[in-house]
């Protein structure tokens, strides 16, 4: 039996979900809608928790692919690959390579949580102002905002390529990582995430680039104000 404990603080770090904290208590007051059920008002703090832990992956994925692409820098000619040649490979130290393939997996896992608990939240403030629609309803309205408010030229893909990192790199396979070279001489890598362990890359449904989970996570973030204004105005 637990006889003592300390609960830590975890106050909100910015003020994400301030306005529809206060939209929900002030349609609330105004005889709009019922009182929440605690399961809604609690949403933007499960969000923003989520979202605190996002950033923190997000840096230490940067500074693992900093140390790691540094350690590539010293490789020898007999380890570089190319299309019909496959080289010796490049050792590194085992931590920092699962650390890293641990951090990939956490982002993706991470924006994908989060993206999950906006469809829920949006879903439930449509209920609770009495326009009950579907999850996949909830989810595209959320893609459909992202696209009015300009990103993508009115076409978010990273919905798509989220889904396809999710779906394929993590849920069904292993990831397996090596490093492009192809801009060695203006000192720019990439990370290619792969399924399997690859001998060549022509076929570009088998791997996904860092860059472009790069760009999810960009994307994401620059949704995120998008979505809580999006939401927060269903109870004007």
Not at 32 to 52: C, D, E, G, N
Not at 79 to 100: I, P
Not at 132 to 148: C, G, M, P, W
Not at 155 to 178: C, E, G, Q
Request: hydrophobic fraction near 40%; aromatic fraction near 10%; glycine fraction near 6%.
């Amino acid at each position: 039996m637990v006889e003592k404990w300390l609960h830590l603080d975890f106050e909100a770090e910015g003020p994400w979900g301030y306005a529809i904290s206060t939209a929900i208590q002030q349609a609330i007051k105004a005889g709009k809608v019922p009182p929440a059920r605690r399961i809604l008002s609690q949403m933007p703090l499960h969000i923003h928790t989520r979202l605190s832990m996002l950033s923190r992956v997000v840096r230490r994925l940067h500074q693992e692919c900093e140390a790691l692409y540094e350690r590539v820098k010293k490789h020898n000619p007999e380890h570089v690959s190319r299309a019909g040649h496959k080289a010796f490979v490049f050792r590194v130290d085992d931590d920092l390579k699962y650390c890293l393939l641990a951090d990939i997996d956490s982002f993706i896992f991470e924006i994908d949580a989060c993206l999950d608990l906006f469809i829920n939240l949006n879903y439930m403030v449509h209920g609770h102002t009495g326009k009950n629609i579907s999850r996949d309803e909830s989810r595209k309205l959320l893609k459909n905002a992202a696209a009015a408010a300009g990103q993508g030229n009115g076409d978010p893909r990273w919905f798509h390529d989220l889904d396809r990192a999710r779906n394929v790199f993590i849920h069904n396979a292993t990831p397996y990582i090596a490093v492009d070279l192809s801009e060695e001489e203006n000192n720019k890598y990439d990370l290619l995430i792969m399924r399997e362990n690859l001998h060549e890359f022509s076929d570009e449904s088998k791997f996904i680039r860092l860059s472009g989970l790069n760009n999810v996570g960009r994307c994401f973030f620059k949704a995120v104000p998008i979505f809580e204004k999006f939401i927060a105005s269903l109870y004007g």
